[in-house]
């Protein structure tokens, strides 16, 4: 079976999960990539379609402006379509080494 996703993608232990903030609303991440987030809705969710901008504070202490398009949602999962501002590569892999340095070091 061939993976047809063209990015990396990290997929958060509950223990772990980095913040998104847009308009009143804090989410927890539930899995990311340079073009996507996938994160719990806080509220009233988005509908499919609506444009949602925001900050998205990383595991590893960085933070980054995103914004996209919601792909897909219900009451409480969106999934987010990084087309204007997606998530540095660079970003995702020292978000995923700081993950594996917390699971060596917490177990």
């Not at 989410?27 to 996938?38: A, K, P, Y």
């Not at 595991?59 to 409480?76: A, I, L, P």
């Amino acid at each position: 079976m061939q993976n047809r996703r063209a990015h990396y993608r990290i997929i958060y232990p509950a223990t772990a999960r980095p913040r998104f903030v847009y308009g009143s609303s804090i989410s927890d991440v539930i899995e990311c990539s340079e073009r996507g987030l996938r994160f719990r809705t806080a509220g009233v969710p988005p509908a499919d379609g609506a444009r949602v901008s925001g900050r998205l504070s990383m595991r590893h202490g960085k933070e980054f402006r995103v914004s996209g398009k919601v792909v897909w949602g219900d009451e409480h999962v969106i999934a987010l379509f990084l087309d204007k501002t997606p998530i540095p590569f660079l970003a995702i892999m020292r978000e995923q080494l700081h993950l594996r340095h917390l699971r060596r070091q917490f177990g």
